[in-house]
């Protein structure tokens, strides 16, 4: 019997890693509870997910309650039989009092945590661990992941990635860049690296596209090898609270649809780095909409502890009632830089007329992008950014060195251990003022 047992067990492990595709699931709550949670991994239990991306819950609840949480969620997995990833926030105890860290923690079927992946929240922290590098682990169904951060995406290129074809995405981050933000700028990435990323905005499969987006527990099947996959646009819909890039730092100029009905050509540049724009719209076209063609090659703020070296070609506009008969974009981008189409649409754009390539030579990345009968487009261009970070570096340093001064200097000051020795130190001194007004008017 015992012989049986072992059989099975074997056949069955057989049978998971002979598999093509596994099934990912993706959480997405707008009020964030623990009952919640635990009741959706049991639910993506009951659904065969294999792997199940929480969204991060709230930074003082999770760091309170770390250990309570990280126990529950363990349990949880363990009795769906499901891998879970999530982001929490913990307290790191240090000698001026405690800084908060966030953490990536993946647990598989057994509740036991497989990956951690932790960076301090705040840059400028002296006493908590150095981040560490984007964690990796295997799984049971044959398939090895790479846990990152939603900024990881900007920050990380394909020499980071070592052959890793299946990524976890979570922990939320505000960019100042909207083309920067995980919900569009994810499946670029996902498309331009050709690798799966389940993320809380949604599941990618490279250049596949968006697999499922959408409802509370979102699950998608995914293809092992990303390469078997037939090619989509990496089209985004534009969500109602949508924050438009902020063009005042671009060199632009506005799109004559009058002449683009007959095919309009424009050539924008901006230090140095130039766009080639051709656009051609539909006869029937609205002349009083407006949309404008912009370049920009400078560096860009990424959150409060990044800044990033872009060089971008856009068309943007905020009318979604033009037909665009082709849009065309081609520049030489810099040399050592990656490039992503971004493409904004409140319809679904055709494949077969859609082309982003890019030709590397000796001092540049020629990068051409096309659309061929694109309706309701918002944002169609091309974002470069350059990975030698050292270039800007001590920009950012002297740019923001009072800032982050002032910061840490108030950071420290409203410490809860130090605001403690305040008040130790404050009581002592009445105690020491009272005593010696006695003493005095003893004296007298």
Known sequence: MKGLSVVISFLCVCTVFASESYRAGVLHLQNKEMSDYTHYIREAGNS????????????IESSDKYDEIVDVISETAKQANVYVAIHLYEKARCHVGHEMVRSNLVFDRKGEIVAVYRKP???????????????????????????MMEEDLALYDEEHLKGVQNFILTGDWQSEL???SAALFAPSWSYTNNVNLVSTSGIYSGKAGLKAGSGRL????????????????????????????????????????????????????????????????????????????????????????????TQICVL????????????????????????????????????????????????????TL????????????????????DLVKDYVVEKNATVDGQSEFLEYIFN?????????????????????????????
């Open 121 to 147: 929240q705040n840059s400028n922290a002296n006493c908590t661990a150095s981040p560490s590098v984007p964690a990796t682990f295997t799984t049971d169904f044959g398939v090895t992941f790479g846990v």
């Open 218 to 309: 979102a699950v998608a099947d995914l293809l092992k090898n990303v390469e078997n996959e037939v090619s989509v646009v990496p089209s985004v819909n534009t969500p109602v609270n949508f924050l438009a890039e902020d063009l005042n730092l671009f060199v632009m100029k506005q799109l004559d649809l009058h002449a683009s009905a007959n095919g309009y050509t424009e050539t924008i540049c901006h230090r140095s780095f130039c766009c080639e724009f051709y656009v051609k719209t539909a006869k029937d076209t609205k002349t009083e909409s407006t949309y404008n063609l912009a370049t920009f090659n400078g560096v860009r703020p990424f959150g409060a502890n990044h800044n990033v070296a």
């Open 48 to 59: 065969d997910v294999d792997i199940l991306v929480l969204p991060s819950l709230d930074s």
């Open 178 to 180: 909207p083309f920067l």
């Open 416 to 444: 809860e251990d130090v605001q403690e020795f305040v008040d130790y130190v404050w009581i002592r001194l009445r105690v020491l003022i009272v005593v010696v007004s006695i003493y005095i008017l003893e004296m007298m």
């Open 370 to 389: 096309d659309l061929e009968n694109g309706k309701n487009v918002i944002n169609f261009g091309i974002f470069g950014k350059n990975v030698n970070v």
């Open 316 to 367: 943007s506009g905020s009318d979604s009632n033009v037909n665009f008969e082709r849009i065309s974009i081609a520049a030489n981008f810099t040399k050592q830089s990656s490039q992503y189409p971004i493409v904004q649409s409140t319809a679904v754009l055709p494949t077969e007329s859609f082309n982003f390539e890019v030709k590397s030579n000796a001092v540049s990345e020629q990068v």
